[in-house]
């Protein structure tokens, strides 16, 4: 069995709670258990001494594997082609960047292109990974639009693969993707309405016999497209 706890430090009762957990589950399955906690702090503590419990003669020393972000080197991290190198190094710009919204905004940059990049991976755990680092490092609004112009060539070259694309609970970074294309598309609609409506006007003043000429000034078609509705209509 393998227990995890992901905790910010290990400070106050996490040993204690630590083993109430180990307990629970050996009581329950009776089986081998390895134990992980995963400190998130920005700050390396001191070794975990685990949980001790000495009352009369009755002595207990429960001891676990620890793993603190803040002691993982980063250079190591970014050549790293595991996806949980990424999820740490997430974590570890989270604490970094804190109050610096600027490195933020090129970290996350770096780090969500090596992720892409990851092709050994499936893509449902590779989006997963992208979803994950895209909530960690949220950036203020305006940053976050740049943002999204800037990567949104990669993502579209990545849209067919990652499969949550089209899912309603998309990361910040799609979402505001989702929000572009969506504003483009009606844009776009609404400039072919315009122009369909504009060759309607045109070919019914044809039929009322006006010059070409005239037709293109007052619709602001040309007056080759104008030519070519008569060509095509009357």
């Known amino acids: 069995m393998i227990h995890i706890e992901v905790e910010g ?17 050996f009581d329950k399955f009776d089986r081998e258990i390895v134990a992980f906690a995963v400190l998130t702090g920005p700050k390396t503590s001191g070794k975990s001494q685990g949980f001790t419990y000495s009352y009369f ?15 993982y080197d980063e250079e190591e991290l970014m050549q790293s082609d595991r996806l949980y190198s990424k999820v740490v190094l997430a974590a570890k710009y989270l604490h970094e960047t804190e109050n610096k919204v600027d490195l933020r905004y090129r970290f996350k940059i770096k780090l969500m292109r090596e992720v892409l990049k990851l092709e050994v991976h499936s893509r449902v ?23 999204t112009d800037k990567i949104r060539p990669i993502l579209e070259e990545e849209r067919q693969k990652m499969v949550q694309y089209e899912s309603g609970d998309l ?28 060759r309607s006007v045109a070919l019914t003043m044809l039929q009322e016999n006006l010059e070409v000429e005239y037709i293109a000034k007052l619709t602001k078609l040309s007056v080759a497209e104008v030519e070519k509705l008569k060509e095509a209509h009357m």
């Open 57 to 71: 003669g009755t002595t207990l020393n429960y001891s676990y594997n620890v793993s603190k972000v803040s002691e």
């Open 9 to 25: 430090s290990a400070n106050g009762n996490f040993s204690k709670r630590m083993f109430r957990c180990f307990y629970r589950i």
């Open 125 to 147: 755990s590779i989006t997963a990974v992208f979803y994950f680092i895209d909530y960690l490092l949220r950036l203020p609004e305006e940053l976050s639009h740049e943002f």
């Open 171 to 198: 990361s910040p970074t799609l979402a505001d993707l989702a929000r572009i294309e969506g504003k483009e598309a009606l844009e776009e609609g609404l400039e072919q309405g315009l122009e369909q409506g504009l």
